[in-house]
């Protein structure tokens, strides 16, 4: 109950006496739940003086990602080295863009919006990249998969469906 209520509710500090069992229950659900990295145990709920500020804190990540994929969907996505690779080539993809646009201004309409396109393909493919990062903390890789989600829309995400890493339509077929 002490995670799970809306952030601001008053809660007593515990005791001395009761302060570390508490301290570590606290800990073991909130990384139960993923809503706490086990590498914050040393500085959240640090002091008892903490207590209210962190607890709030944990609360506002409970309502924030309550409905965040769990982690574990991360297994389902490309390998960081894949994903930084296809980032590479949308960069490069747009500047080609942005450099033809310059040359052929009479289709600047059409470079702007496959300008566009390749950006939220970005945007997409950077949510993943952050999913994938193991350095980050639990709180952000759910945050991460909660926008690609939300960007590709949920049954694309629960069947596995990745969007493009740039607008494939874009390109000329070849005779």
Request: charged letters at 35%; a negative charge; glycine letters at 2%.
């Amino acid at each position: 109950m002490l995670l799970s209520a809306p952030v601001g509710t008053p809660e007593q500090t515990p005791s001395e006496e009761r302060w570390v069992s508490v301290r570590n229950a606290i800990h073991q659900t909130a990384i139960k739940w993923e809503i706490m990295d086990p590498r914050e145990e040393r500085y959240l709920l640090g002091t008892r003086d903490d207590f209210l500020s962190d607890l709030d804190l944990l609360r506002k990540r409970y309502a924030d990602l309550a409905d965040a994929p769990p982690l574990a969907d991360c297994h389902r996505l490309p390998d960081r080295r894949t994903v930084n690779e296809l980032i590479r080539f949308n960069r490069s993809f747009r500047k080609g863009l942005e450099e033809r646009e310059v040359w052929e201004a009479d289709r600047s309409d059409l470079f702007q919006q496959a300008m566009k396109e390749t950006d939220r393909a970005y945007q997409q493919w950077d949510a993943v990249r952050d999913a994938q990062c193991d350095f980050y903390y639990v709180t952000v890789r759910r945050a991460a998969l909660k926008k690609l989600r939300d960007s590709i829309g949920a049954e694309a995400f629960a069947a596995g469906v990745m969007p493009s890493y740039v607008p494939e339509w874009r390109f000329a077929s070849a005779p």
